[in-house]
């Protein structure tokens, strides 16, 4: 481990929770749409389905998750700049994390 991967550890990232009612309902959508797809996956596997059609459906699933993610980050920076309460260099950090993760 690095200095600067310790540093990060120790860096308090601020905790926001989203409180936009239809950002919710989207990202929710989203999840139960991946959701039922996974489960298409293994019914696909249980049926030998090809490889082709079950690799479609893991990328429908996965394009599903990474917009609820998206939607996510994209809705709790708007609502952490009109809120203006948060710490702006500790939420761009969060936030940059965060993209990260969907890298």
Known sequence: MTADESADERV????HVITDPDALNDIRMRLRRAQGQVGGVLAMLDDGRSCQDI???LAAANKAIDRA????????LKEC?????????????QLQKLFMQMA
């Open 12 to 15: 308090p990232t601020p905790a």
């Open 55 to 57: 690799v479609t459906q």
């Open 69 to 76: 993610a998206f939607t996510l980050i994209a809705t709790g």
């Open 81 to 93: 700049l009109t809120d203006g309460q948060e710490d702006a260099d500790a939420v761009a950090t």
